[in-house]
């Protein structure tokens, strides 16, 4: 279940607030938070439970490699750093470049806009809005194959501006 449940949270929930225009955010640490997280219309744990799960039985060295990748959980959710330069491009890079996902806008209508993603485990649609500079929410269902078969999944993620400093979380290469 732990396996299905970061799965998700990583394919579906972190490639996702990509869509976000870069003059509408602030650069600094970022925090995302995800609930109402379903998974073939069952209601999984609040992610702040998982994480807590998932945080205890990671080994060192699981962990480093996850913050080699950008990525720090931490309090409430998984905590991202944007520099500067990023968020003045195009595309906010929340998810590993390596990872292959892929997103696409499809309409933008002033604060909120429509999405399409797809990566190479997980694929769907979602909705952000834009609440401020240093706020957004996102909603999102697709299907992802994180244990070897195909399911339906759905997610809400809250993104929260925490500061301009990042401290220990590294930006996104």
Request: hydrophobic share 35%; glycine share 10%.
């Amino acid at each position: 279940m732990n396996v299905r449940l970061l799965g998700l949270a990583m394919a579906v929930g972190l490639s996702l607030p990509v869509a976000a225009q870069a003059q509408m955010l602030q650069p600094g640490l970022w925090e995302l938070t995800s609930s109402n997280m379903k998974v073939d219309d069952q209601n999984l744990p609040d992610l702040q439970l998982i994480l807590g799960q998932l945080k205890n039985q990671m080994t060192p060295e699981q962990q480093a490699m996850l913050e080699k990748q950008g990525i720090t959980m931490g309090g409430k959710g998984i905590r991202v750093c944007l520099t500067p330069e990023q968020v003045k491009t195009d595309s906010i890079p929340l998810q590993d470049p390596q990872s292959g996902c892929q997103q696409q806008v499809t309409e933008r209508n002033g604060q909120q806009w429509k999405f399409r993603f797809s990566c190479p485990k997980a694929q769907g649609t979602g909705v952000a809005h834009f609440l401020s500079d240093r706020e957004f929410t996102t909603k999102v269902s697709g299907t992802f194959n994180a244990v070897g078969q195909q399911q339906k999944g759905s997610l809400d993620t809250r993104a929260v501006w925490l500061g301009q400093e990042c401290g220990a979380v590294k930006p996104r290469a």
